[in-house]
């Protein structure tokens, strides 16, 4: 199938993207007869154009921005300059990032994970600088609307990409109330929920993976400095 076939397959403002590119190098993955399911098709074209249409909000692309996007979207080097295009090309379409919001938002509509991936990954790129600006920040929370996260979410989200006093909780979703023995309980199953082999055993891009491994490093990290704060550690050593 052509980059037009693809297009015209896929439909809506993503279809469009990919009929103008050349669409091999987004279908053209090792393990499938005829490329990616639609599914990781969506995913990446759209974390992409998203990525684009942020960028177009902002104003300014990093070089710090540039690398986070590379390290997510992960293409042979003879292909970049596929992948550039359909930046470019997502970053000019009169078509806005509404459009391309709902149609992930309606693949998706079944798979929140996935959802909140996208997201993730766009919270990355947009913190790779060492800040999310406000237009950015603007333009992530409208995105999280569209993809219909509440606000806790969003939060919950944000605080794996944002330094802030209570972040470890946040990040976890827990609030300080919570025995030890219940953020326990927490820890591993977010753990379990967000481990990068879930995303393999699913047959996801590498894009959903590299997302997900960095997810999971920020729990780990929100589960160490809980145990810090708290002192767990310590007192699974003391004497009964």
């Not at 992409?48 to 080097?77: C, H, N, S, W, Y």
């Not at 990355?124 to 920040?137: P, Q, S, T, V, Y």
């Not at 591993?188 to 997302?211: F, K, Q, S, T, Y």
Request: aromatic share 6%; with cysteine.
């Amino acid at each position: 199938m052509g980059g037009g076939g693809l297009g015209f397959a896929f439909g809506g403002p993503l279809g469009a993207l990919v009929g103008a590119v050349a669409g091999h190098v987004l279908v053209d993955r090792e393990g499938a007869l005829f490329g990616p399911a639609p599914k990781q098709l969506i995913f990446t074209t759209g974390l992409v154009a998203l990525a684009a249409k942020m960028a177009r909000a902002d104003g300014v692309v990093t070089r710090d921005e540039i690398a986070a996007f590379q390290r997510i979207v992960t293409v042979p080097p003879e292909e970049q300059a596929h992948i550039e295009r359909l930046f470019d090309l997502a970053k000019q379409t009169s078509a806005g990032f509404e459009a391309y919001a709902q149609q992930i938002a309606e693949a998706f509509r079944d798979e929140p994970a996935l959802i909140e991936d996208v997201l993730d990954g766009l919270f990355l790129i947009a913190a790779a600088d060492g800040a999310i600006h406000e237009h950015e920040h603007a333009y992530l929370r409208d995105v999280a609307t569209i993809f219909r996260i509440d606000e806790t979410g969003f939060a919950r989200i944000e605080a794996r990409h944002l330094r802030r006093r209570d972040d470890p909780y946040i990040v976890l979703g827990a609030d300080r109330e919570m025995s030890d023995g219940e953020l326990k309980q927490l820890h591993r199953r977010l753990v379990i929920e967000n481990h990068p082999d879930r995303e393999i055993a699913r047959g996801l891009p590498e894009e959903a993976i590299c997302i997900a491994t960095r997810r999971l490093a920020a729990i780990n990290a929100a589960w160490d400095a809980i145990e810090k704060e708290r002192g767990i550690g310590r007192k699974q050593a003391e004497p009964a």
